[in-house]
């Protein structure tokens, strides 16, 4: 019996090696074959139909040849997702090594291109991987690489080549050498960030009008020269920046402890008269900062001196600035002496400076910032959240009408108070405005169909260039009005309705009442009136 059970074992176990083997054999057999064809014309063409496909549309290949699947070659890489083509590629090489997938890793020896043009950057799918990456990219060549003006701030080509990689343990190293080819300029970087430290040595030569200066949105702001190093552990990473631009120069020094979150840098920078843009320009800056302590309860303490700013049509004779903090607590001072505002206007705060005091509480949840504001104008004070969620709530008071109302060839009288909240959203920005004025005196009729004490209210919600008014009314001794509706897509559709309860008002030998509500829609160069 037990023999017979040792024969029937054997006999298995034989039988079963047989099966495996030719299983084996078989699969070997299939791939060799695909291998085979893979490297021959129709099998190329097989696989250039193919890609898409498995890809979903995001790879599609051209002009496929090299040795297939360690050496492949292709004439035209273009890549895409839901939108579109984001990347396109001529005369593309990748030589990898494609077992080692069986070990989870992605090992590419080579990766060039003769043309690759980024039309734009990829949108997320929505789709993220918790799994580490072992990427290993040895290196790479792009004879050209086309950069898009909304990346750059204007199309820009390079000549770039490195090398990349992502081990699972977190180390991510990158090595950067870049040529600009319509234009002059240098870019090298050199990063590891290793678990437990951190090298990153950057050093960047560019002339007037480079990419730098262009990102910046300061075209004019000069030639750059910039050299960068962090290096140490993560726990004291020395810190050191230098950067001239034209005839401005900073200078940063320091360390940074990232496994407490804490750094202790200097800051000083100083420029003569400058114009970095159209538009902008000053006489004379100089910054001077220190930052020491915890990120969240820092030791602060910095000055601004700006003399002769022009921005936006405005002017401003000197700014001053002081900000000081401690244990989570930031106190900014700031003074705008000499303010010319554009248009007509320009004085109506030059007479006086205006005066910002700022508490900002870094250590507290949304990182809550009070302010005021001071003029013999006006007066605000409020709270805005600058973290998860920003928000503003502020109280303006005007203490004179009378210089505001003149700029609109009106004459008025008396005081105006005016709220302001403001929370920015998922779907825009909403915003709300309840105010009132207390009128004395005035032109007529204004005032006789206002009276002394006049409110008005706005409710509405900001999304791009959209406007959608849900509230806004005013509301006088004789005279109401209302309104809602929205601008969007450059269309107005808008419902009003206006009482005027007392005719008599408007002069003599009139009375009786005026009830009216009408419609406005259509695009805002050819507008309907209902």
């Known amino acids: 019996m037990r023999r017979t059970a040792q024969r029937i074992a054997r006999g298995s176990v034989k039988w079963a090696g047989i099966v495996l083997a030719g299983a084996l054999g078989g699969v070997l057999l299939v ?121 750059t701030g204007r199309a820009a080509s390079l000549a770039a080549s490195g090398s990349l990689e992502q081990r699972p343990d977190g180390t991510e190293a990158l090595s950067l050498t870049a040529r600009r080819l319509d234009g002059g300029g240098t870019y090298r970087l050199s990063a590891r960030l290793a678990p437990r430290a951190v090298a990153l040595d950057a050093h960047i030569e560019e002339p007037a009008q480079g990419l730098l200066a262009e990102l910046a949105g300061l075209p004019d702001l000069g030639p750059v020269h910039l050299v960068a190093s962090l290096a140490g552990p993560r726990a004291a990473i020395a810190t050191t920046l230098a950067v001239t631009a034209g005839p401005l120069s900073a200078h940063a020094k320091g360390t940074i402890d990232l496994a407490r979150k804490s750094a202790d840098l200097t800051l000083d920078a100083a420029a003569p008269a400058m114009q970095p843009r159209p538009g902008i320009s000053w006489q004379h800056v100089s910054l001077r900062a220190r930052v020491a302590g915890p990120f969240t309860k820092p030791l602060l303490d910095g000055t601004l001196d700006l003399e002769k700013l022009s921005a936006a049509g405005a002017e401003i004779a000197r700014v001053v600035a002081a900000i000081r903090g401690d244990q989570g607590q930031a106190h900014l001072k700031a003074t705008f002496s000499g303010i010319v505002l554009p248009g007509p206007a320009k004085n109506l705060l030059a007479a006086a400076p205006l005066t910002l005091s700022a508490e900002a509480h870094l250590g507290e949840a949304g990182r809550p910032v009070s302010f005021t504001l001071d003029h013999p104008l006006l007066t605000a004070s409020g709270t805005a959240r600058t973290e998860g969620g920003p928000s503003l709530t502020a109280t303006i008071t005007l203490p004179d009408l009378a210089p505001l109302a003149a700029l609109g060839g009106v004459a008025l009288k008396g005081q105006g108070h005016l709220k302001v909240i403001a929370a920015a959203r998922a779907d825009g920005l909403a915003l709300t405005l309840d105010g009132g004025l207390g009128l004395s005196g005035g032109m007529a009729p204004l005032v006789p169909l206002l009276g002394s004490t006049p409110s008005f209210a706005l409710a509405a919600r900001l999304a791009g260039s959209d406007v959608h008014l849900s509230r806004l009314s005013l509301s006088g001794a004789a005279l109401s009005l209302s309104a809602q509706g929205s601008l969007a897509a450059q269309k107005l559709a808008l419902i009003w309705t206006a009482s005027l309860k007392n005719l008599s008002v408007l002069g003599a030998g009139v009375s009786g009442l005026l009830d009216a509500q009408g419609q406005i829609d259509g695009p805002m160069d050819s507008l309907a009136l209902n």
Do not use: C, M
């Open 31 to 151: 791939l060799a074959l695909i291998l085979l064809g893979a490297n021959t014309d129709p099998g190329r063409a097989v696989l250039t139909w193919l890609v898409p496909r498995v890809t979903g549309g995001e790879v599609r290949v051209e002009g496929l040849s090299g040795s297939f699947p360690r050496a492949l070659r292709a004439q035209r890489l273009t890549l895409a997702d839901a939108a579109g083509p984001y990347l396109t590629g001529r005369d593309v090489a990748v030589d990898w090594q494609p077992l080692r997938l069986l070990q989870g890793a992605i090992i590419v020896d080579r990766l060039a291109g003769a043309d690759i043009r980024l039309l734009r950057l990829p949108k997320s799918n929505g789709k993220s991987s918790s799994k580490p990456l072992n990427l290993q990219v040895h290196a790479f060549a792009f004879g050209r690489l086309d950069l898009p003006a909304s990346l």
